[in-house]
């Protein structure tokens, strides 16, 4: 039975798409079937495996607001990797859902609705998501089982760690009672700068209080991993270089699995 992880947060360039996709990478390996979900108008997941989110025909848009099989929309990437993309028509979804209330009488459901039939056709469903809470954000909610929150440690980041925690549990008391919060990782973080540890700390004592689960895996900061992506057009988990970001995602699966690290 597919496990449904949604990659979230309100914040932007934290390496949600990057985590969703080297995870994807590292799930794939282990040999088994991923689909990824892209939500983001920007459809960076199918960048990130060199396709232009320009040129799919269909996307979840179609799946979401017209209701189009998601099998015409998915496509395979890699081995053992599937995605169903995401592009600019993501953009109009709130407004064109929001303003067909007849039409689309629970808008919060619309992902669950189209998408729990393909849930078991994958042993690892994983969301990338837009950088804020609006309705894409809330459809994830609905349907996802876990949800993996990136934190970047900065001047004003437990503030809005603190606003998807929330969000998060409103979604399980009104909508979606099996969402649990997987855990949180920190990213792009820079072991020499002390704002960076100072804020960790800070995070870890909120996580401890709190019962979330902090990975002791870290993301690191590193220049040499956009170059990756840019010339080989798949995640770095993918392009078998043994750097210590690419062992950090290994470690980070080890982790959520359960398996210790
Ligand atoms: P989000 O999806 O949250 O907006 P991305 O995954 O797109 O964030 O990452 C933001 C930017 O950071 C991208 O340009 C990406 O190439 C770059 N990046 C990814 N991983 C790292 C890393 N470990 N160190 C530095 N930059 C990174
Ligand atoms: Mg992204």
Request: proline share 5%.
């Amino acid at each position: 039975m597919g496990k449904v992880i949604a990659v979230s947060t309100n914040k932007g360039g934290v390496l949600k798409t990057s985590i969703t996709t080297n995870l994807a990478g590292v799930y794939a390996l282990q040999g088994k079937k991923v689909l990824i979900i892209d939500t983001d108008n920007q459809g960076n997941a199918a960048l990130s495996f060199g396709k232009n989110p320009d040129n799919f025909n269909t996307t979840i848009y179609d799946v979401l607001v017209d209701g189009i099989p998601p099998e015409y929309s998915i496509q395979n990437v890699y081995e053992n990797i599937d995605i169903l993309p995401a592009n600019d028509d993501m953009a109009f979804f709130e407004f064109d859902v929001l303003t067909k209330v007849e039409q689309y009488p629970q808008p919060f459901m619309l992902m669950t609705k189209r998408l729990d039939k393909i849930v078991s056709d994958y042993d690892v469903i994983l969301i990338d998501t837009p950088p804020n809470l609006g309705l894409t954000q809330g459809n994830v909610l609905c349907f996802a089982d876990e949800v993996l929150i990136p934190f970047q440690p900065e001047n004003y980041s437990m503030r809005s760690l603190v606003k998807i925690l929330n969000a998060i549990d409103e979604f399980r008391e009104r909508y979606n009672p099996s969402l649990s919060v997987l855990g949180i990782v920190a990213t792009l973080v820079d072991k020499r700068t002390h704002l960076h540890s100072q804020v960790l700390q800070e995070c870890r004592a909120y996580c401890m209080n709190n019962q979330i689960t902090m990975f002791d895996t870290i993301i690191p900061r590193t220049v040499r991993f956009a170059a990756s992506v840019a010339y080989e057009g798949l995640p770095a988990t993918l392009t078998d270089k043994n750097n210590p970001l690419v062992t950090s995602y290994f470690e980070l699966v080890k982790e959520m699995d359960g398996d210790g690290s």
